[in-house]
């Protein structure tokens, strides 16, 4: 008998992505894999029940996830769904794992083998499972679109018979995957652009992109970078320098958008409310990190607020937006990762838990965590 792949509908009402589309079903069954989709979960994004069912899919209601060996999903299930699942049942979602050990804890007793897909290693052979990245692409571009809407002027300069409008300023606040495509798109459209970054690496991409680069660039600025990619947390003595450095910036921008995370920690806070009443009426700031607890003081999750004179936009979710397309990407991502898990000779499922992907992201297996970084007692080597 073929092994089962349950796709949920996503429970949060401000949740509009679906973890498979048509493509991905297709490649699925032809891996010789059931594929159940559970109805309305791809309304969202605007991917019909029909158009799954026409790619092969079975279509079910949410008590299908109770006979499924593979559970993909968008954000991690509640408690309540992973003692529906079937004990052995692998579940390929973003698990939110950080500060949440209890709700990680229950999939264990369930005998879920969870895997957190946000922990995927940012080496070359993982690109393609990447769903950080591909998911902080599309939000870079539509923090743009966002900002551009509630801007209220044109973005490119105008040369027109009765004047000339002068091209809106635009301020990129961290240069990683969101803030590079944030550049990127920001200039398409006509702005002038700026971007700072802890990271030394990121002053060549942003060049690169025809943008501006602000930092302090001393010594520790020039071993601001993990191993990984990240940034890493800069000194109080840097911060304030930096602070300093974008308070006179931030006040003759037009629009500014926020991307700065650590992983496992809050946000930083990159603009001060002062910083805010220093900036033209008008002007609008778009807060990427808004659900970690914002870079932006005032910055309000899921909403948009006026600070004093200044927009301050903090969708959640912000690749929800154009779910259409983030579904497709983010789809693709679990595809590709669960097919290093389908034996080649067999068709059967069987995964490798001294493969290093394996090794980054399962957090539960046999009943107990795993992951030295969420209360199991693996050892845990660098990837």
Known sequence: MADQVFVGKETESAESR???????????????????????????????DSDFAAAGATI?????????????????????????????????????????????????????????????PRITRAQSMDVLSSQANLAGYQA???????????????????????AAKAFVMG?????????????????AVSATDVRPAAKEQVASLGAKFIAVEDDEFKAAETSGGYAKEMSKDYQDKQAALVADHIGKQDMVITTALIPGRPAPRL?????????????????????????VEGSVAGDTVQVGDVTVIGIAN?????????SLLYAKNLLTFLQTMIDKETGAVSVDFDDELVKATALSRDGALIHPGFGGTAVKEDA
């Open 175 to 191: 240069a990683g995957v969101a803030g590079l495509q944030a550049i990127a798109t920001a200039r398409r459209l006509g702005a």
């Open 18 to 48: 679906v973890a498979a589309s048509p493509e991905t079903v297709k490649k699925m069954k032809a891996l010789g894999l059931d594929v159940i989709v559970e109805s309305g979960a791809g309304a969202g994004s605007s991917i019909a």
């Open 144 to 166: 743009v679109i966002e900002a551009a809407h509630a801007f209220g002027k044109a973005m490119p300069m105008m040369m027109t018979a009765a004047g000339t409008v002068p």
């Open 60 to 120: 079910a209601d949410a008590k299908a996830v109770g006979t499924a060996d593979i559970v993909l999903r968008v954000r991690r299930p509640s408690t309540a769904e992973a003692k529906r699942m079937k004990s052995g049942a692998l579940l390929l979602t973003q698990m939110d794992p950080y500060g949440n050990e209890a709700a990680l804890d229950a999939f264990a007793k369930a005998g879920v083998t969870a895997f957190a897909m946000e922990l995927m």
């Open 318 to 326: 912000m690749a929800g937006r154009i779910a259409a397309s983030a």
């Open 271 to 295: 603009i001060s409310r002062d910083m805010l009443n220093s900036m033209r009426g008008g002007s609008v700031v778009v807060d990427l990190a808004v659900e970690r607890g914002g870079n």
